[in-house]
């Protein structure tokens, strides 16, 4: 069968039969489709992470529901000499408190200035601000402000901490949540124009903010810093790297009209849909861009490749529309598949972006085969052809397939070996989400949680609500007992900074209701002194700093709110389970829930993990199903498995030693790769096996595939590489890991599929020449010398 002999007339080729008719098409369709970008709105909310059906934010919900709400927004003030205990700063707390329930939605305010000291006079309770205006701030009344507030329970290591050189102003936040992200940036915007007034006022104290609002202004931060520096940054690699390996400006701006109508296809379309972009899907335009790319070169190569063998250009575009149509197609629909299977995620975000990366993908295919070809008809692309000596000359694509043709009983057991001391250090790996360390360390947020941690508190907490289900069964004396027990536990365990307990309450009033002696700072034993001392103390408080966050209306329920230090989520796990197990020794008749934002990241990412392992084999399935219809051949399509899943295996290996923690982001890489790496695969193997159905040998077909692929697959490599590298440069953790771990599995593949598979066929493929006796001819092709037995493929 004639190696030179190749159809050329298959139907996807007649599709740019009219190039002009093709681009007009196409024009208008992108413009319609594109126009739907106007409906795109950003979410940042942290909730987006998480779906209806998720424990965690059941729970929370319903913590939210018994009691008010506890979004929050706070103001770290830490003079530079260290001392918060002092007139001038103490006055900063006051009227930074005042205007501190101007921030908008604003339902309560706490801090130094307004906490509601107790004590007795005679035998009256008397509860006012710790900072009343009305006692001047004389060295005298200072010196007893630091005394109480460093011996409060309640506001060590909360409002002040230990070594009172830092004070928090708490701003608990109700918002309408008619458009969250508006609201949280409009209260981030306040907040940010209050502290810069205060700078100017106070240049001798450092302002920080923190809280849960803020991390959602660091989510909108994060998304439009990526917008506004990673996309740009990656047009700009794509302009260097195309211009360079195909030396050809035309070519390279039709490229960039396919890359830019796939991003604003996609884009617009995501709009139609009325869907909206998140921390995560911000990042699609760099992902199409990269895979859009991938199409481009192998059309574009394989176009060059012809024209250099004096074919012309129409024929040439043709030609290569035909060889690589197939290829393109099988690659675009496992990449969709690896990305639909983010649809098994627990988490909306990344369900959203696996689907808009699967439509992009899709897009990029049907551009690259239809309005490419047509533009690359259009354009006065030339091409030099190749000097007679040039071509005789060997390419190092060329010399690599001799070297791993010679070598191949080395490659293939060295290769196994590598894969298997990677699949052994997978274990090693463990799922750890931690939201601070989401951002990195230029993020103002990122800066004041670090600062927090060190100087007062971490920022991570856990809500914990006890249900009496009892109406005011929270005076009773065994459930006050028992909450105080569960205090004391909760504060010896290890990491804990801080726990706001009404046990504390308890214990201060008790004590002021004997004349403030110390011997009565205990816990009331008496039902109705309880509850008496309670009401007392209610009604002595000031409208908006109610128990209504510690207490829900009939008095059945308590939450305590436990701060601890900035861990990950294996830690943070374990001590929800610790909570658990406490209460079903100790006080099993009560009903706990405990949940925080804090807690639901710490358990989406091993959930979520769990969940893409669980698809895992379906996807390998789905994939290996493909190859084996691509390429016709069940052998071919098992041997293309392992080098489709060795990469994988590869990366995580190497990600044990690189870092070790695998976050949300990094949970959905192996789907998010796999159908990517299989690009690689499917060029080789359809070269190959196109070479061999002409009557070549394995070791004359490997010869072929290296010489006529190899150039394009290393470029692609290149540009995608490149692509998930500018990811990897995100001041965002979540985009950053996964930019980087795919960046190394995409390159992985390459050396895998210029290594390993050769081996493979090598050793499996070699008997097996009559198989191949009815398949199709390849495409016309000329090669320099490409065995050194002296035969021409």
């Given amino acids: 069968m004639n190696i030179n002999q190749y159809n050329t007339k298959v139907w996807y080729t007649r599709l740019t039969q009219q190039p002009w008719l093709v681009l007009l098409l196409s024009v208008l369709l992108l413009v319609v489709a594109s126009y739907g970008g106007k409906n795109l709105y950003f979410e940042g909310d942290y909730r987006i992470f998480f779906d209806g059906n998720n424990q965690q934010l059941q729970a929370f919900d319903e913590i939210q529901a018994t009691f008010s709400k506890s979004d929050n927004i706070s103001i770290v003030i830490a003079p530079t000499d260290g001392e918060i205990f002092t007139v001038s700063t103490l006055t900063l707390i006051q009227h930074l408190t005042e205007q501190a329930w101007l921030v908008p939605y604003t339902s309560r305010v706490d801090s130094l200035a307004n906490y ?10 008397l509860v006012e601000d710790l900072l009343l205006e009305e006692h001047p701030l004389t060295k005298a009344r200072v010196e007893y402000v630091k005394q109480v507030a460093l011996n409060e329970p309640a506001l ?8 009172g050189k830092v004070s928090v102003i708490n701003i608990t936040i109700q918002m309408p949540e008619i458009d969250k992200t ?42 439009q810093d990526d917008s506004a520096t990673l996309v740009p940054a990656m047009f700009l690699i794509i302009l260097v790297f195309l211009t360079i390996m195909l030396r050809s400006i035309l070519s390279v701006a039709a490229t960039l009209i396919i890359i830019v109508g796939s991003v604003a296809a996609t884009l617009g379309i995501t709009g139609w849909l009325g869907m909206y972009i998140t921390t995560a899907t911000v990042n699609i335009p760099t992902l199409v861009m990269t895979l859009a790319v991938a199409d481009c070169v192998h059309i574009i190569a394989a176009m060059r490749h012809k024209m250099k063998h004096s074919a012309n250009r129409l024929a040439a575009v043709d030609h290569s529309v035909a060889i690589n149509a197939m290829p393109i197609l099988i690659t675009s629909v496992t990449t969709a598949i690896g990305f639909l299977m983010m649809n098994m995620s627990d988490s909306p975000v990344l369900q959203q972006f696996g689907n808009v990366a699967a439509l992009g993908v899709m897009l990029a295919c049907g551009l ?21 000596s040039t071509a005789k000359k060997p390419s190092i694509f060329d010399r690599l397939a001799d070297f791993v043709i010679d070598y191949h009983r080395i490659m293939l057991p060295l290769s196994i070996v590598v894969i298997c001391l990677a699949g052994l250090a997978i274990p090693l790996n463990k799922v750890n989400d931690d939201s601070v360390r989401y951002f990195d360390h230029t993020s103002d947020f990122r800066q004041a949680a670090d600062f927090m941690e060190k100087e007062i508190s971490g920022m991570t907490n856990i809500s914990v609500a006890i249900k009496t289900a009892e109406s005011q069964g929270i005076a009773s004396p065994k459930f006050i007992a028992a909450l105080g027990e569960f205090t004391d536990w909760l504060r010896s365990q290890p990491n804990i900074d801080h726990v706001a307990t009404l046990s504390d309450t308890y214990k201060r009033l008790n004590q002021n209701m004997h004349g403030d002696q110390a011997s009565y700072y205990r816990l009331p034993q008496d039902r109705q002194l309880a509850a008496q001392y309670l009401l007392l103390y209610e009604m002595s408080l000031p409208f908006g700093l109610d128990l209504n966050n510690q207490l829900n209306i009939d008095k059945s329920s308590v939450k305590l709110v436990v701060t601890t230090q900035n861990r990950g989520s294996a830690e943070l796990v374990a001590l929800e389970q610790q909570i658990y197990q406490w209460f079903e020794e100790h ?42 219809f691509a390429l016709k051949s069940l052998r071919l399509g098992l041997i293309s498995l392992m080098p489709n899943v060795a990469p994988a295996v590869i990366g995580f290996g190497l990600w044990a030693l690189i870092s070790g923690e695998i976050n949300l982001g990094l949970s959905v890489v192996v789907t998010l790769t796999l159908g990517i790496v299989v690009d690689d695969a499917v060029h080789f193997l359809t070269k190959y096996q196109r070479a061999r159905a002409s009557g070549q040998d394995t070791q004359q077909a490997i010869r072929y595939a290296f010489h006529t692929v190899g150039r394009a697959l290393w470029i692609t490599t290149v540009v995608l590489v490149a692509g998930f590298s500018v990811l990897a440069m995100s001041s965002f953790r979540l985009n950053s890991d996964m930019g980087l771990l795919s960046a190394i599995v995409i390159f992985i593949a390459l050396v895998v599929d210029f290594v390993f598979l050769p081996a493979l066929l090598m050793k499996f493929d070699k008997q097996h020449d009559q198989s191949y006796s009815d398949q199709p001819a390849i495409e016309s092709v000329s090669t320099p010398q490409a065995t050194r037995q002296g035969v021409t493929l």
């Fill in 182 to 223: 508006a609201e949280s940036v409009e209260v981030n915007r306040y907040v940010d124009e209050l502290i810069n007034d205060y700078r100017q006022h106070y240049p001798e104290v450092e302002f920080h903010k923190a809280g849960i609002i803020a991390l959602n202004g660091a989510f909108v931060k994060a998304a």
């Fill in 116 to 125: 509601q000291h107790t004590q007795a006079v005679q035998d009256d309770l």
């Fill in 156 to 163: 060590v290591n909360s409002m002040v901490s230990a070594s």
């Fill in 587 to 628: 006080a099993s008749q009560y009903q706990v829930v405990a949940s925080s934002p804090n807690l639901m990241f710490a358990h989406i990412g091993e959930t979520n993990m769990a969940s893409m392992l669980t698809t895992l084999p379906i996807t390998l399935l789905l994939v290996s199903a493909l190859m084996i």
């Fill in 368 to 388: 690259s085969v239809t309005l490419l070809p047509a533009l690359l008809k259009i354009l006065p692309i030339t091409v030099v052809s190749a000097p007679e």
